[in-house]
Structure formats: C-alpha cells, structure tokens
C-alpha cells in the first residue's frame, strides 16, 4: 500500500445531516413546508446544502415560480460552483450580478442556451419541460423511453425524451391525473424535488432510498483517503485530507500507469477516451487496500473525465465489500462540477452510506478543503 499511514482509532458520529440522508426536524424548517410532507426531505436537503434558501418571513415559496438566471444559480451551486469567467456575455446579464458565473457556466456547458438576440432571458420563467431538458442534458442527454403522458402531444419536441428520461427515472412528478403539463411554470418546490431526484438517482436509473444515519456512537474505526490522481491535482487535495484527517491514505495506482499521450483528450482514440466510451472498460488496479474492513470513512478522490470519473475508480469501488460504510467522495477538475459522476458511482457502493461530495479545484487550499470537511457532520475524534 503506497504512502499508507496509520492513526489511532477514531471513534465516528454522525451529528449532522449527510448528503443522502435528510435529518428530522425537530419543528419545520419553513413555515409553509410541514414535515410531514411528501417534499419535506428535498426541501430541507436543497436549503441544507446551500442550493436553494428560504425568504426573510420564514417560508420557502413553495408554490413560486423561478426565472431562468435562478435555475442558473441553484444548479451552479449543486455543481459546486465551478470556475467561471465572471464576466457576461448576455446583453441582459448585469455585471456584477450574482447570477453572471451561473450563467456563463449554464450556457458554455449547454444546459441553458441563450436567445438568439443575445439575451440570457433574464427574469422569464422556466417551464417544467424546460427544467426537465436542462436536467437531461446535465445527464449526458441519455436514451430513454417511458409510458406517455395523456398531454405526450403537448410536449415540445426538444423535451420529449427528456420528458421520457424524467419519468424513467423518476426526476419529476406528473400531474395526478396523468397529464406532464409540460408548459406549466415550474414551481420551486417542483424544481428541488426534481434535484433532489437527480442528484440522488443511481446510475441504474432508479433513486436510492433515502439513508438512515449510521449509529457510530460506541464504535472505533479509521479513515481511509483514497485516491486516483493522473497529474497530481486529486492528490494535492488527498493529501490536505491527510493532513486534516490524520487518516490512512491510499493511491489507486493503475496497473498500466497513464502515458501523456494516454491522456490526450483531443485525440478521439486515446487510452482515456476508449475507457471513458466503454461501459465495460475496468483498468486493473495495481495492489489493494489492506484490510478494507477497519474503515468506517473513506473519501474517494478521482479527476473528472469528460464529466464522469475515471474508470478505474469503477475498479476500485467493484473490488471490495463496502458494506456499513460512509464513502464520501470527491473530485478536481477546471470547470466540471461532480455533476453525475458521484451518483454514477453509488451504485457499485452496495450498502454503503453514500455521500454527494464536492468538486475541488487542484490548487484549493487546505482551508477550503478543511470548511468543506467540517460541514460535512462528519464528527471524528481520536480515541485515547
């Protein structure tokens, strides 16, 4: 095991909410969100991770419409607000706007298309076929196919198998009595369930219940950070977890190390892009993680590859039982966002307590990278 280091035994609660796992309230949130409803957990996860917030009076707004710079907002926030160029380059996008980064992202990945005449569109409302779109493409624009809805006829063109993809998976709820009402302007509480939804599904295409919180009061266990870096940036960030975390730490290390050529995105056929194309591809990792079964925590540390994480983190999760433990992953890239690549990889986690996690850049400091790891809930404390 390369640079493996060992720390005295930790003794882990889980004190706050996880990613996956939404706590109960004592009393509501919101005063127009009462727990006992049906979209309760999402809107009390979007206003735990930051993505969404409540107004001044004390309610959610859950029956109010969201312009287009909004959606921006809240999914560059979900994306883990990447680098952007912060300037604007819509005729309606002020300088200085909370939303100009949003929008640069939204537009230059192709979730949110300006118009023709140059504007953003700021201030228009977001129809739910649009929302549904926009979510679809931040999928990677998937086939799919799904029983129609009666109003199928109404739907636009560019949203049907968006639409089909929603109901497939779950995304977003139709109307009961069995109409999408695709035209309708999306509500608030209909966009956050929608990425509660999204952020939460399995890449098998259904969404994974939601978690219990672990009881880890009276057990010790350690931590494991491991990762794959292919030009060192993941493993600038592994090693501030190291550093915080007093943890073991583990380099996936392929068996057929990465050439420069092997990571030449600009050629169709290099090594990366082939295994990126394969859903089959499983580079063989070289050596493993000696007992896997004293960690309780391990962060997972990979690059972002054309949106997704390198196959061999594939390899990797595959490897060994994972089950009873809290995996939180994590990611560098220049632009991406997570996105979808931490959920792609929930499913290969069997029962393991998945967190969303966070994208970083490879130069973040140890200081961002500690206040991510603090708002996690994640209380661990050196046992005597």
Known sequence: MKNLKRFGALLLTLVLSLSLAVPAFAAERFSDVPDSASYAEAVNWAAEQGYVNGYNDGRFGIHDNVARQQLAAILYRAAGSPAASGTTRFSDVAAGAYYVDAASWAADNGLINGYQDGRFGVGD??????????????????????????????????????????????????????????????ARVEIVSALYQYMNRSSG????????????????GRVLVAYFSATNNTEAIANHLDAILDADLYEIVPEQ???????????????????????????????????????????????????QAPKIIYTFLESYDLSGKTIVPFCTSGSSGIGSSAANLHTLAGSATWLYGQRFSGGASRSAVETWVNGLGLALTPAA
Do not use: K
């Open 257 to 307: 190390p990465y050439t420069s050529a092997d990571l030449n995105y600009n050629h169709a056929d290099c090594r990366a892009n082939q295994e990126q194309n394969d859903p089959n591809a499983r580079p063989a990792v070289s050596g493993s993680v000696d007992n896997m079964e004293q960690y309780d925590v391990i962060f997972l540390g990979y690059p972002i590859w054309w949106g």
């Open 205 to 220: 295409g259904e969404t994974p219940a939601v978690s219990e919180t672990p009881d880890t009061s009276s057990a010790g």
């Open 125 to 186: 409302n977001v129809t739910r076929q649009q929302v549904i779109a926009i979510l679809w493409r931040w999928a990677g624009s998937p086939d799919a196919s799904a029983e129609d809805y009666t109003d199928d006829g109404a739907i636009s063109g560019y949203a049907q198998t968006a639409v089909d993809w929603s109901r497939a998976n779950n995304i977003m709820a139709g109307r009961e009595d069995g109409r999408f009402d695709p035209a309708a302007p999306a």
